[in-house]
């Protein structure tokens, strides 16, 4: 629970609020939040890890189901390899220290991306955190790493051709419920909202089959400065829209 009395005053409310059961969402403006402050683009990252361990607890706190960060998308690729270096070396740290002590905490783990450019090492950290949670039933704490929304999607559809290929399935059985089953959220529920910081306002290929119906909001906040002000006032417009999905008024 929140020592902050601005915070704590909130706690009626709080119980007034909707609570998604899947929240995603895209961290962004680490390097505009650095450079703002005079610091290097990878202050505002390790800044940004610190905000990753605030959301975590946070969603805990509130018993919101599931998470997915987007932490690094197959386009980040483009920027420069002392970056790329340093976000590796935070996702290493956090993977390696982190995530072992949520696991602890009955927190589930899955990372989602193309795992194939990951070093080996890492990828057998992952592999261990995910094994090691797969039985818990706490939050469900999705890291989206080296992932993109339209690749995912491809890889769904070449595992089901295959299947149709060997006769396993036939053409008419392809519907939502089987790609559900082939993408890397399989077995969790849709996003209801996807977040973005830092006044940007778009999905940046993260979650596009699974967020059809996910509600939008961003933030003016950089990614860094996400604490539990910022959740509170997007958990309010949260609850202050009307999910039709696509029927009318209740
Ligand atoms: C967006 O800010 C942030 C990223 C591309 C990297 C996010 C990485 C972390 C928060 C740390 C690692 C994550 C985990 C889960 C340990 P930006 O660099 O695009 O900012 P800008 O738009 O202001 O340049």
């Not at 997915?68 to 197959?74: D, E, G, V, Y």
């Not at 929304?149 to 769904?156: C, D, G, P, R």
């Not at 996400?226 to 417009?237: C, I, M, N, S």
């Given at each position: 629970?929140?020592?902050?009395?601005?915070?704590?005053?909130?706690?009626?409310?709080?119980?007034?609020?909707?609570?998604?059961?899947?929240?995603?969402?895209?961290?962004?403006?680490?390097?505009?939040?650095?450079?703002?402050?005079?610091?290097?683009?990878?202050?505002?990252?390790?800044?940004?890890?610190?905000?990753?361990?605030?959301?975590?607890?946070?969603?805990?706190?509130?018993k919101v189901r599931c998470l997915?960060?987007?932490?690094?998308?197959?386009e980040n690729w483009r920027?420069?390899?002392?970056?790329?270096?340093?976000?590796?070396?935070?996702?290493?740290?956090?993977?390696?220290?982190?995530?072992?002590?949520?696991?602890?905490?009955?927190?589930?783990?899955?990372?989602?991306?193309?795992?194939?450019?990951?070093?080996?090492?890492?990828?057998?950290?992952?592999e261990e955190v995910e094994a090691k949670s797969a039985a818990n039933t706490g939050l469900d704490l999705v890291v989206a790493f080296n992932y993109g929304a339209k690749a995912e999607i491809v890889s769904a559809v070449r595992q089901i051709a295959g299947k149709v290929a060997t006769g396993e399935i036939s053409p008419d059985e392809i519907d939502e419920a089987l790609l559900d089953g082939h993408i890397y959220t399989h077995g969790l529920p849709d996003p209801d909202l996807i977040v973005r910081t830092s006044g940007e306002m778009r999905l940046s290929n993260f979650l596009l089959w699974q967020s059809a119906y996910a509600e939008l909001v961003f933030v003016e906040e950089?990614?860094?400065?996400?604490?539990?002000?910022?959740?509170?006032?997007?958990?309010?417009?949260?609850?202050?829209?009307?999910?039709?999905?696509?029927?009318?008024?209740?």
């Amino acid at each position: 629970m929140s020592t902050n009395p601005a915070i704590a005053s909130l706690q009626p409310e709080r119980q007034a609020l909707k609570i998604p059961d899947h929240i995603g969402v895209i961290m962004d403006g680490n390097g505009r939040w650095a450079n703002a402050r005079g610091l290097r683009r990878s202050e505002g990252h390790r800044a940004g890890v610190q905000a990753v361990r605030r959301i975590v607890e946070l969603c805990i706190s509130y018993k919101v189901r599931c998470l997915t960060l987007f932490s690094f998308s197959s386009e980040n690729w483009r920027r420069p390899p002392d970056e790329i270096n340093f976000i590796f070396g935070l996702l290493r740290r956090f993977v390696s220290s982190d995530l072992n002590r949520l696991v602890a905490a009955n927190v589930r783990i899955r990372i989602i991306g193309e795992r194939a450019g990951l070093e080996s090492g890492l990828r057998a950290i992952i592999e261990e955190v995910e094994a090691k949670s797969a039985a818990n039933t706490g939050l469900d704490l999705v890291v989206a790493f080296n992932y993109g929304a339209k690749a995912e999607i491809v890889s769904a559809v070449r595992q089901i051709a295959g299947k149709v290929a060997t006769g396993e399935i036939s053409p008419d059985e392809i519907d939502e419920a089987l790609l559900d089953g082939h993408i890397y959220t399989h077995g969790l529920p849709d996003p209801d909202l996807i977040v973005r910081t830092s006044g940007e306002m778009r999905l940046s290929n993260f979650l596009l089959w699974q967020s059809a119906y996910a509600e939008l909001v961003f933030v003016e906040e950089a990614w860094p400065d996400f604490d539990e002000a910022v959740f509170l006032k997007v958990l309010r417009t949260y609850s202050e829209r009307d999910r039709r999905f696509g029927g009318i008024a209740s």
